[in-house]
């Protein structure tokens, strides 16, 4: 029986899909499986027997990656599942910043004991007077399953498009609309776009990369939409460019301090993948990655241990090994099943990083005895027994 235990509320479309080996349970310290959505897990102590960490959605700076992956503990997440919600807002976004709606319904919220409101609405409208998106410039700063989507959106809504991603996956290539205009360098989207969307990944080298430098580099006037996250932005920097009139308007889907409530900020309050759909997604194929880990051994989606599948075991054990990426371990472990007699019938080696993944099936039921021997190997972070 494997424990699961939520740390965050699991949309019950998800939580459904766990058979009968599976039980759910408020104890963290005896899960298997840790569900997560938006709980900090830095300053948690990892329980001694959790193999999985799946978070119900993309993002993951809310979990201790290295750490985990020290401890043979997989991390997953769900890219994609919430892909369609978060695009539907980044155009929402576009067009709250190109007609200002939001100043008109302020407007009307505002004069609503005025009995003549109608006639005073055809006075005061020019104030919120705005632009069409038809025909503009739109950059596409990375394309992943959801800059994939706003760029083909954007395409179908007769805007000019062009996106930016130095690592394109082949299958977002395939999803992309020919009428995309790829750049390989994004200093011209800098110089081109109307408008700029960001949707890559936060990391040390992404951190900040919309400053006040790439500001300089951008159209007077343009408008920076940011659903992705927010320290992707200097926002002190962005100010200030709204300030010089160098950006019209900033759209960003994270509330703070140095954007709520600015001059020429639309700012909402997260609401990128808060759509009842986004969630049974999200909790559905989060479930489905945890059920084909524990079960099986096979790992998709994670992000900080390599992709491998190797279906379901046939033969009579399986053993998964979690190990630093250095020269020489998969001949120690085959020397340690050589040894104690044992064939091995199948096997798969996969590395990221500084980090591997080894599974082998083998033939005869893995013993304490060896399970203990490649534990002792220097470099191995745990050995796991899938079957047997």
């Not at 766990?18 to 830095?42: C, N, P, W």
């Not at 750049?183 to 969307?197: G, H, P, Q, S």
Request: net charge negative.
């Amino acid at each position: 029986m494997f424990k699961i235990n939520c740390l965050n509320p699991i949309a019950e479309v998800g939580l459904k899909n766990f058979s009968s080996l599976y039980e759910i349970t408020q104890e963290a310290e005896k899960a298997d499986g840790i569900l997560v959505r938006s709980a900090s897990m830095h300053d948690m102590e990892l329980p001694r027997g959790l193999l999985a960490v799946a978070r119900a959605g993309a993002g993951v700076n809310n979990i201790p990656l290295d750490k985990c992956a020290e401890h043979g503990v997989v991390v997953f997440n769900t890219p994609g599942a919430n892909a369609n919600g978060v695009m539907e807002l980044v155009i929402a976004g576009m067009l709250l910043a190109a007609r200002d709606v939001v100043g008109g319904i302020e407007w009307v919220k505002a004069a609503k004991e005025d009995a003549d409101i109608a006639k005073s609405a055809e006075k005061a409208k020019k104030s919120f007077a705005g632009t069409e998106i038809k025909g503009k410039k739109l950059g596409v700063i990375g394309l992943g399953a959801i800059g994939v989507k706003v760029a083909n959106a954007a395409v179908a809504l007769d805007m000019e498009v062009y996106g930016y991603d130095p690592y394109l996956s082949v299958n977002a290539a395939w999803s992309l609309s020919r009428a995309v205009n790829h750049v390989t360098n994004v200093e011209d989207i800098y110089a081109r776009c109307d408008y700029i969307t960001i949707h890559v990944p936060l990391t040390e080298s992404t951190k900040g990369m919309i400053n006040g430098d790439s500001v300089a580099k951008m159209k007077d006037g343009v408008i920076l939409l940011n659903f992705a996250r927010d320290l992707l932005v200097n926002e002190k920097d962005v100010l200030e460019g709204i300030k010089c009139g160098k950006i019209a308007r900033y759209v960003s889907d994270f509330p703070n301090p140095t954007t709520a409530g600015q001059k020429g900020c639309i700012v909402i309050p997260h609401l990128g993948a808060s759509t009842a759909e986004s969630e049974d997604n999200c909790a559905e194929m989060a479930v489905q990655e945890m059920m084909d880990y524990l079960e099986n051994g096979n790992i998709r989606n994670s992000v900080n241990y390599p992709s491998c599948d190797m279906g379901v075991c046939a033969k009579a054990g399986r053993v998964a090994i979690f190990h630093k990426n250095i020269a020489n371990m998969i001949t120690k472990f085959t020397a340690e099943f050589g040894e104690k007699g044992i064939n091995i019938s199948d096997m798969t080696n996969k590395s990221r990083g500084e980090v591997a993944y080894t599974m082998l099936d083998v033939e005869e039921v893995p013993t304490e005895e060896i399970i203990q021997a490649l534990q002792a190997i220097s470099g191995v972070f745990r050995v796991r027994i899938v079957k047997g």
